[in-house]
């Protein structure tokens, strides 16, 4: 058995630990603050699949009564001495090759005031690594077999090996970026909070470079969606084929959508709200638009998650809120609303 954490985004931790427990073999054991704890009884390879999460890692030791004294800097480095990379080392071998003395990053995150600084953990920790295995220690990630992960809060810290090579969160497809594009594991939750399936119409009515369109399509969903800015539309496009997914993108004004009335079975956006992309008139006046023609094309069992930082601007005749949930990102505190006909 193994046992692992995953870091996901603030808000979105019952989602994850969904998308987690419906995995074979693995048992989520408890959630909190960003984090879900698990045990894995099979293969770890699925684990690198979940479309939610930040990160995975395996938990190679805990550490209790962490002070804010700078003492604390030979503590780690004595506690070091005892996690298990080596275990760590091998069970992450099973999912991509490990070399058998590997290059090693380090990364400190804390909650709480300290005397010492993340950098001075990760000398710490790092003098310990290479005196106890031999391996090799590197300050960029970029460069390392295995990263070795530390989360210190207030009293308590658990450290992990990640399971991938790079962060999860990071997608290969994305190459062409525009300001304002989303997390795809917030654009994945979003998907999973309204219930998409394969071979469901989705839309995105302002599809910016595309992450939620293309999240879907790898969800076997049939996209569609545009943006008014033909330079979303274009790089939208190029993401798509970069994907390898396929898909309808137009040119359009999301207040008339040159579709059917209850055509549309999902619709997921993120919708401006005048921070990173800007809309050319008062944003009240727009969502209320948006809004009206959405509850047009929707159909009577649809579904629509919106993500925004103005939730109170979303106002719908018929349809009833369903769902609300506040996420953090970008260092903002956006909501995504869920709406529907029927609970
Ligand atoms: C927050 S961004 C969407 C980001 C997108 N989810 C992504 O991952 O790239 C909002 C998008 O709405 C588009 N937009 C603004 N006004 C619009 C309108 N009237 N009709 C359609 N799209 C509009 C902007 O061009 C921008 O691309």
Wanted: glycine fraction near 6%; proline fraction near 4%; aromatic fraction near 6%.
């Amino acid at each position: 058995m193994t046992s692992i954490f995953v870091l996901t985004t603030r808000g979105l931790e019952a989602i994850s630990a969904d998308e987690i427990a419906a995995l074979p073999d693995v048992t989520v054991t408890s959630t909190s603050y960003r984090r879900i704890n698990a045990e894995c009884t099979g293969a770890l390879a699925p684990l690198l699949d979940l479309r939610t999460v930040d990160d995975v890692y395996l938990k190679v030791g805990s550490w209790e009564d962490v002070l804010h004294t700078r003492d604390m800097l030979a503590q780690f480095n004595a506690w070091s001495d005892h996690l298990e990379l080596a275990q760590a080392a091998a069970n992450i071998n099973t999912v991509r090759p490990i070399p058998e003395k590997p290059l090693f990053s380090v990364s400190v995150s804390f909650l709480g005031k300290r005397n010492y600084n993340a950098d001075e953990v990760k000398v710490s920790i790092a003098d310990s690594v290479t005196f106890t295995h031999g391996w090799e220690y590197t300050a960029d990630d970029r460069n390392a077999n295995l990263n070795i992960r530390v989360f210190i809060e207030h009293e308590q810290a658990i450290v992990g090996v990640r399971l991938g090579q790079h962060a999860q969160h990071e997608r290969l497809y994305k190459m062409v970026e525009r300001p304002g594009a989303l997390e795809p594991t917030v654009a994945s939750a979003m998907l999973r909070l309204v219930d998409v399936q394969a071979g469901h119409r989705l839309l995105d009515p302002c599809c910016g470079s595309g992450t939620i369109l293309i999240e879907a399509a790898l969800m076997g969903a049939v996209v569609h969606g545009g943006d008014n800015d033909s330079e979303a539309i274009k790089a939208t496009r190029e993401n798509m084929k970069d994907a390898a997914v396929q898909g309808t993108v137009e040119q359009w004004d999301a207040r008339v959508l040159p579709l059917r009335d209850g055509s549309v079975r999902r619709v997921v956006t993120n919708l401006p709200w005048g921070r990173q992309t800007s809309v050319n008139e008062e944003l009240g006046s727009f969502y209320q638009q948006v809004c009206w023609e959405l509850e047009r094309i929707v159909s009577n069992k649809g579904r629509i998650a919106i993500l925004t930082s103005v939730p109170h601007l979303l106002q719908f005749n018929y349809l009833q809120p369903l769902q609300s949930i506040e996420i953090s990102l970008f260092g903002q505190n956006p909501t995504i609303s869920v709406y529907g006909h029927d609970r």
